[in-house]
Each structure stands twice: as structure tokens, then as C-alpha cells.
């Protein structure tokens, strides 16, 4: 049986590089943030192996592999082929996200989304041979509705947590560089800036929905809690015991994870400036204001300690 692994969280915590040192093996695939696929194609960014992505080999291939068995062309018409449900407006009303959640199973599987999802995961699994396909799209609602088409998969999830002083500090650096491939200079890169108090919140309000919904939707075994810090610093302990967990075979390859050439899709810029895990990123201690701290020690520090984290 074929196995999809959903790694949901908030962003800037580190998901793209676990999910391509999770992929670097022969039994497994990097989707990356799959669900962003439309957008990527419409766009025609880079893939990772260099190509853009509507040259990349392997995206054509898996589009002429759904084009001949389902006569979809998502390459010629991105905008037809919709991976990920329409946002649900009211972001903070968890009872009313939980409500849904807790209809999953009654869902329509003739929704659009779903069905070419499904679609998507058997055509890349097929070409690539992966029995294990990781997933970064990071939305628990679309990952727990998704479990209604995916019969033919075991399903499991690794909720990615990140010390909240590291994802404030990151929230606040919105300019970085990147060398795409084929490329001899750097390209600058923007995303929005993210006050300190709005990046608390988020962190705040994504884990504690993950947590619940995982407690209550997903079996206790089938998802696990990763620390970025911890993946970063003890790799040999985090991504020995994954393997494990995912049957894959060998994990030492996810620590270097240059060996494979990787077509994952959207995620931060370090699908392109990594290519292997690095000690974290620990920059907070020193670019965080006295003010910062101290709107964390009023607002998060208590979570932050569930979670783990030392003061």
C-alpha cells in the first residue's frame, strides 16, 4: 500500500527542507506544496531540477499520463485542474472549521478538487515508483478531507512545530536570495512583512488547530510531532526514527538530499539554496527587539512551553 504523508504547520518553519530530505530516498517523492500547483504552472516558475515548470520532463510526463486515462490536460489549462478547497472565510471560527471537519466523510468526492487530487498522487506515483509521497501543502482541513478519496493510501501526518522566537524572526525577514538553477546571479525574493503581534497570533492559532484536529480526526498513530530544531541539530535521531515510521529504507540520504534530482513544487527559497539539513537558524536571540521578547513572554511563552521550548 501506498502511503501519502501530510506535513502540516504554520509557514517559515521549515517544511520545504523536511520535505525533500524526506523525498531524497528511491521509495519516496517530494511533492512539496502540490496543492499550489495551478499557480506554479499559470506562472511558469522554475522546478527544482531547473527546468521551468512547463518544460520540466517529468511534469510533462505526468501530464500526458492523466491527459491519455482521464483527458485533462492540467499544463494547457491549470486554472480546470484545482487541487485545494475553496478558503473558508471566518478564519478564527474553529467551531465552525471543527463542525466541517467533523462532516469530512460526508463530503461530495465528486468535488473537483478532490477527485483530480487523487488523480495527481496515483500519476506521480506511478512515474516516480515512490510508495511513500510527502506532501507540504501544510493545510490540515484539506489533508483530513482528503482521506475520503484516498482508499488506496495509508495516510499519515507530521505536524512541524518551530520555537515561536524563530518563526516571529523569520515572519520579519521578508528579503532573501536565491540562485535558481541555470542561473549565474542571485535573484532577490520579497514576501510580506509580518508584525511581530500578527505572527504570534498565527503561530499561536495554527498550532493549537492542528493539535486539535489531529487529536480528534486522525488515529493516535497516525501522526507524529517534529520539531524544526530538532531536525535540524539531532538528524541522525529524527530522521532514523521517520524512516522507520515510513518503511523507507535508508534515512542517511535525507541528510544530504543532493542525491536525487527533485521536481517538489512552490515552497520557501531553500528548495533552491539547501542541499542538506543545517544546524537551525538561531538568529532570533540576537534580531529580536526587547520588545518582541516581550510581547512573547505576554502572548506565547506559555504555549511555547507545551510545545517544549525553554524560556
Known sequence: MRTVVFIVGLG??????????????????????IANLPTEININNPCVCGEFIRNCHFWL???????????????????SFPLKPAEIRNRNNILRKL???SNVYGISKNEPWLKNTKILYDAIAEMSNAKV?????????RALMLRSVLK???????????????????????VGKVRFPK?????????????????????????LKITVYLSLFAPYNSWRVVKYEDYCDTPDT???????????????????FSSIVHHNVSGSRSRFNHSKILPSDKRWKNDLTEEDFNIFKKKAIFLNRLYGYKD
Open 238 to 256: 529524527v530522521f532514523s526514527s521517520l524512516a522507520e515510521w515510513l518503511d523507507l529504507s535508508d534515512y542517511k540520504d535525507m541528510i544530504n
Open 61 to 79: 510526463g505526468v501530464c500526458n499520463a492523466i491527459r491519455e486515462k482521464h483527458n485533462i490536460d492540467f499544463i494547457r489549462n491549470p486554472d
Open 152 to 174: 488506496g493510501y495509508q495516510i499519515k501526518f507530521i505536524h512541524l512545530i518551530r520555537d515561536c522566537r524563530g518563526t516571529m524572526r523569520a515572519c520579519k525577514n521578508n
Open 12 to 33: 517559515y518553519t521549515g517544511s520545504t527542507v523536511l520535505d525533500m530530505a524526506l523525498g531524497n530516498n528511491k521509495e519516496s517523492f517530494s511533492l512539496g506544496e
Open 133 to 141: 509521497l510527502i506532501d507540504s501543502s501544510k493545510d490540515i482541513r
Open 183 to 207: 542561473s549565474n546571479e542571485d535573484a532577490i525574493i520579497t514576501r510580506p512583512f509580518i508584525p511581530t503581534e500578527q505572527a504570534i497570533k498565527m503561530w499561536i492559532h495554527d498550532n
Open 99 to 101: 463542525k466541517i471537519l
